[in-house]
């Protein structure tokens, strides 16, 4: 045991000073051979951590994309992930095995500042976040939390072991990830009708939910984008189901009080069911009658969001106006106004 702490000590010396050497550590040893691969990766080491992979790993993953995978952070908290890195720390021990394959039963023990709570490192932090964060990690304001993993290495040849990370899958992962996170980041498009434009956005989301579901099956924690996702669909379903339950008439366009352009019109809802949010585009029209800018308005919304205007009851209505801010030269004065989404109460 003695033997092992120490060589486990020197290998990480050597990561420090940036003079790792693979034939410095006994690759007989599956537990000295990850406690080296997590020291490299600690200190951001990813060329060296990348020898210590299995061949079926290094064939399904080229250096540069191996240390694209674990730079997982925004440059902007690049600083905090380093300190968190630093104080982290790993154990690991056999706990199932034989001379072809072992598992490694790894206990983490990461730090959680004291504002975690409060601020999050995870989502898109702000600048001030990162550093509050990052100065409790610095001055011990923080507790610990314990996770654990399994990790697996081979032994590829005699006595030589390396570990076995399955990266063709966190390559399918990390493909599929981006995938849906492009089908799902598809704005929601404010249209007349529901005509083919709208239906491939409908799709794009649909694919998206299939995604989510493929990356379940694959052990990926998906709940908080299904739940965004669902969010969009159902603002689609409502519209494409009343929708045509909203009309816009009584549209006029001119100069308000401050002599800027300004539109004014009324909402009706024609159904039995009161409206908590309605969306409006008003586009300005050019000399061929062709939208040549677009102006979004929220006459109705009862949400938390910063806009608080009562709902639409059934069969009232509501009149509106709004600025039209710098229109474009092009404009000939007539506008189409459109309701772009619509959610029930």
């Known amino acids: 045991m003695k033997f092992v702490i120490s060589t486990i000590l020197f290998i990480s010396l050597n990561v420090l000073m940036g003079c790792f050497d693979s034939s410095t550590i006994d690759h007989s040893d599956p537990v000295s051979v990850f406690m080296m691969y997590d020291d490299l990766l600690s200190n951001e080491d990813y060329e060296g951590a990348y020898k210590l992979l299995s061949s079926p790993d290094r064939s399904a993953m080229t250096p540069s994309e191996f240390a694209k995978v674990n730079t997982y952070y925004e440059p902007v908290t690049a600083r905090y992930w380093r300190e968190y890195k630093k104080i982290s720390k790993a154990t690991a021990e056999i706990i199932e095995g034989n001379d072809k394959v072992v598992e490694l039963k790894v206990t983490y023990s990461n730090p959680v500042p004291a504002s975690e709570s409060e601020r999050s490192i995870y989502y898109k932090p702000t600048q001030d976040d990162v550093d509050v964060l990052t100065n ?190 710098s229109p474009p030269s092009t404009w000939n004065g007539k506008v189409k106004v459109v309701v772009s989404s619509i959610r029930m109460e």
């Not at 929601?188 to 083919?196: E, F, H």
């Not at 339950?245 to 009324?266: P, R």
């Not at 586009?283 to 102006?295: F, M, R, S």
Request: hydrophobic content about 35%; glycine content about 4%.
């Open 136 to 325: 409790e990690l610095l001055s011990g304001k923080y507790t610990f939390e314990t996770r654990i993993n399994s990790v697996f290495l081979v032994n590829e040849s005699e006595n030589n072991w390396s570990l076995y990370l399955n990266l063709e899958k966190v390559k399918k992962i990390e493909k599929l990830r981006k995938e849906a996170e492009n089908l799902h980041n598809t704005a929601i498009p404010a249209l007349l009708k529901k005509d083919i434009e709208w239906l491939e956005r409908k799709s794009d989301l649909l694919k998206a939910r299939k995604i989510y579901e493929e990356l379940e099956k694959l052990g990926q924690d998906m709940s908080w984008d299904k739940s965004e996702l669902e969010e969009k669909l159902k603002i689609i379903k409502d519209f494409e189901m009343y929708s045509d339950d909203i009309s816009i008439s009584n549209i006029t366009t001119g100069k308000d009080y401050d002599g800027e352009h300004a539109v004014w019109g009324e909402l009706k809802n024609h159904s039995n069911v009161a409206y908590s949010s309605v969306d409006i585009r008003v586009y300005l029209l050019d000399k061929n009658g062709a939208p040549c800018h677009e102006y979004d308005f929220f006459p109705i919304h009862t949400k938390d969001n910063g806009i608080k205007n009562s709902s639409l009851k059934a069969n009232y209505s509501k009149t509106f106006g709004y600025r039209l801010k």
